[in-house]
């Protein structure tokens, strides 16, 4: 089973993410699972795969009901991001599920039907969670060529899906990460190979630049915290991607 | 009792063997239909001697083109079986993964999908089961319908071959024509008892 960390707490409004199940066998790539809390209405974002539905369900329920989940944002379209949905939709089929205008036919292919899905424009556009503004940043071909990350101001966190993600190794699972240069390591292959055009890249670390941000929390490895999150974009712009090595 | 996966696994195995005996019926009734256009061209050709036996042919070219059609409607029974099938497999993966959520589960999650498998899941997964056993027994009557269409081939068959004993100087001609009719539907009917005794199994 997953655990469930509390990453923010403000009042009625939380930040939870769902990490780390010991259980997962090893051919699984492992995800992070996070859940946005306003008052009692909840987004879940990226949802994660089929197989690892139990492991986040379980998790989940021990902090929020999740018959309350109205919403869920799918960065973009992997299995790894999505393919739970239709089990999420056996428990609320009013579910409404956002994703890139891109991807809003080929997803219905994991299950929902036409009310499910909410296009993204390329442009991004706000959730509302209760009485809480996310803002859905563009991060086109970051990797998938229709992909988006979130932003919540109040928690001045953005959900930042493959981009800072790391594949740690035994031992280095850490939930935040504790040393730049050492993690930067385990992140530097998956974004030279997965991340496509040097273009998009620069145009999404000047975009996050401008935004406030205190916490940078990818779908694989740790989050990013303070000052981290700067040299992370430093570090992406100049990375050299889209090339196998 | 067996499973919902071991099921639908079955059910899934059963109409793919079905199918193909439907194909092979399908081609052997578009054989018997050249066949019997033949069959109408050697009995003109023999003229008067041959009239019954004309008469016979056009009625085998009619079976064959009723055994088509039968074909066709038994085949979309298939497809409707498949797509039965095919949500119940979906419905019991669905399950599977659930019952790994709900011993995962604690505390709301936990009551949750008790209540959830308890009822909606159950539900569903015995409605797919009854609208599979529905599909099947009318599948099994439409096989025994098209063992009575085949049934009349084989009657017209014999006819034929005795009319052919009387065709004259196109005697032997015809009577090679109608052995092989008969040996055509006696193809179909073995299909066919292929077909029912896998829908027996």
Redesign the interface.
Known sequence: ?KTARVIFEDGSHKWIALVRDPSRPDYLIDTNEYLVIDNDDAILLDPGG??I???V??A???EF???KIRQIFASHQDPDIISSL??WL??NPELKCYISWLWASFIPHFGGNKETFVAIPDAGMDIHVDNQRLQVIPAHYLHSSGNFHLYDPKAKILFSGDVGAALLPPGEDGLFVEDFDRHIRHAEGFHRRWMGSDKAKRDWCSRVSQLDIQMMCPQHGAIYRGEQVRRFIDWFVQLEIGVIR | MATVSQDTGRELRRIVRTNEEIKSVVATAFKINLMAMNAIFLAKRAGQTALGFGVLSNELRRFATDLQKQMAELREMTYGSVTTVTALV?QA??NR??E??R????????S?LDD?MRT?HGISIARHREQIAALNRRLNQMIADTAQIVELGSVLARSAKIEAAYGGPFSSALMQVSSDFERTIGDIQRSLENLTKQQDA
């Open positions: 089973m089929n197989e539905f139990p492991a369900f379980s989940l329920s021990t009901d999740p018959r239709s089990l056996e428990f | 979906k993966r669905v993964v659930l790994r959520a011993m995962e589960s604690t505390g709301i999650g936990r949750l959830f909606r």
